[in-house]
């Protein structure tokens, strides 16, 4: 295994009612807090009320930044910081989901910089202080609540870019598995399709590490074995638990340490939520199964047949390549399955911009088993129509 370093500081208050925990946590970080959310779920759900109280019970001002969208835009993040600046602003407070989080993030480092936010996105040293930033966490997807990328997209340009620097890793996340309840069936099965493509990317790499790959299999099986439950069973508090704990974990950068981790399908499916603004969890479980196929090779099998030996249970058939294939095909039905669409033409895209999408997915992507190149991700592309 290779060194490293590993720090995670970001607190975690996981159950139910630990909201109550922002009261002792807010006033760590100054007065004024600016409330980032995005289209009103948070008001229908009693989060909203929740939050106004216990602030207000802890003496911290509350400002707002309604409206984030689903994929972030750098135009809402720009909102944010004219507020932080304007107010005086000590802290943000974000409550939903990835977009709601990352936005805030940008917001946070945006506060501290003096030009342009879109700048911290295309280069991440600049960001130089933050913010601080505590999480109540809406949806289990995109582990934002513990990690340190922000993913913003740019309507201008067209471009969905994901910044990283310690600086945007939350303070502290509020992880209450009972506000997932209210979650809709499209947005968990995205959700958990997101998680699992979190464990996967880390998961095939050409020096597997042994106790990381136990651990993503760990949560791939926590993903499997709770997705359709909680689609039967949406209030079912257990099963929303161990898929809130298991986001988390999918991209705390546990599963990265010590071994060479180059994701592949995460830059390749930014490009469709940049154009066709895609549901990010949707757009992965389309294309990865095809990822897979293109780079299923006398290199890459042995973890293709151990995902479908652990994972999806399939009988070693002694050809290692069928085996990896019945393996893909289990993954592709279980995303069917949540109710996921599996064909890009399904979602009105078409042929018309994979070649400029191609090209800037092959600029940001190295490929963990080898260099993906533009028209191998035209392929992928194609392959998914
Ligand atoms: O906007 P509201 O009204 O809150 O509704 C949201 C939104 O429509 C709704 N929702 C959230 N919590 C809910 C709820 N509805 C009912 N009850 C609740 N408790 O869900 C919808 C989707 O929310 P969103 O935040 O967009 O979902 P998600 O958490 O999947 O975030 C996706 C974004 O995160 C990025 C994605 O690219 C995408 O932009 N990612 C961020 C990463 C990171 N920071 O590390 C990594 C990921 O790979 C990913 O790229
Ligand atoms: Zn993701």
Redesign the pocket.
Known sequence: MENFIYHVPTKIYFGKGQIASLKEELPRYGKKALLV??????K??GIYDAIRRLSEEAGIELLELPG?E???RITTVYRGVELCRREGIDMVLPA???????CAKLVAAGACYEGDAWELVKHPGLIEKALPVICVL??A????EM?H???I?NDETQE?I?TRNPLLRPKASILDPS??F???PY?TA??VA?IM??AMESYFSREPADLQNYFAEAILRVCVENGKRLLDEPDNYEARANVMWAASWA?NDTLKMGHMVQWSV?PIE?QL?AVYDV???EGLAILTPHWMRRVLDEESVGQFEELAVHIWKVKPSGDRFRTAQEGIACLERFFEGLGLKSRLSQLGIDESHFEEMAAKAAAQVKGAYRELTKEDIIQIYRDSL
């Open positions: 959310y995005g289209g009103g779920s948070i229908r759900n984030v689903a994929n972030p939903g989901g990835g977009s709601v989080i990352d809406t949806v997807a995109t582990g934002s990690d990328i922000a993913v997209s969905k994901g506000y997932t209210s979650v809709s947005q995205a959700g997101d493509s979190h991209i995460h930014h939520s549901t990010h969890g």
